[in-house]
Nanobody, 124 residues
Framework: QVQLVESGGGLVQAGGSLRLSCAVS????????MGWFRQAPGKERTFIGG????????GYADSVKGRFTISRDNAKNTMYLQMNSLKPEDTGVYYC?????????????????WGQGTQVTVSS
């Protein structure tokens, strides 16, 4: 069984930075494409970015391009989300997700495994 655990959330001022981590256990990590999603209060969970199993392909939502960077370390079974120039609208619960496929997907339904989420709050 695959388990995902996010960490690194917190409270930060606008313009600041945070780095989220997603530790994965259970299977061969490189077999999974991974994604980051965000859910703001009262809103649907939305795609932030994703990375292929090898790490060679990465995609981002337009709202975070140029500010957020996704990476993964397959030797450590961990994915990261470096968030810079944070804005109040980046506030929400951030989830990491895994899918049994090498390619990136942008839809919630395409991911089989989810972490419990970590709260990110950006104050103005």
């Amino acid at each position: 069984q695959v388990q995902l655990v996010e960490s690194g959330g917190g409270l930060v001022q606008a313009g600041g930075s945070l780095r989220l981590s997603c530790a994965v256990s259970g299977r061969i990590f490189s077999y999974y494409a991974m994604g980051w999603f965000r859910q703001a209060p009262g809103k649907e969970r939305t795609f932030i970015g994703g990375i292929s199993g090898s790490g060679g392909s990465i995609g981002y939502a337009d709202s975070v391009k140029g500010r957020f960077t996704i990476s993964r370390d397959n030797a450590k079974n961990t994915m990261y989300l470096q968030m810079n120039s944070l804005k109040p609208e980046d506030t929400g619960v951030y989830y990491c997700a895994a899918r049994v496929n090498f390619g990136i997907a942008r839809n919630v339904a395409e991911y089989a495994y989810w972490g419990q989420g970590t709260q990110v709050t950006v104050s103005s």
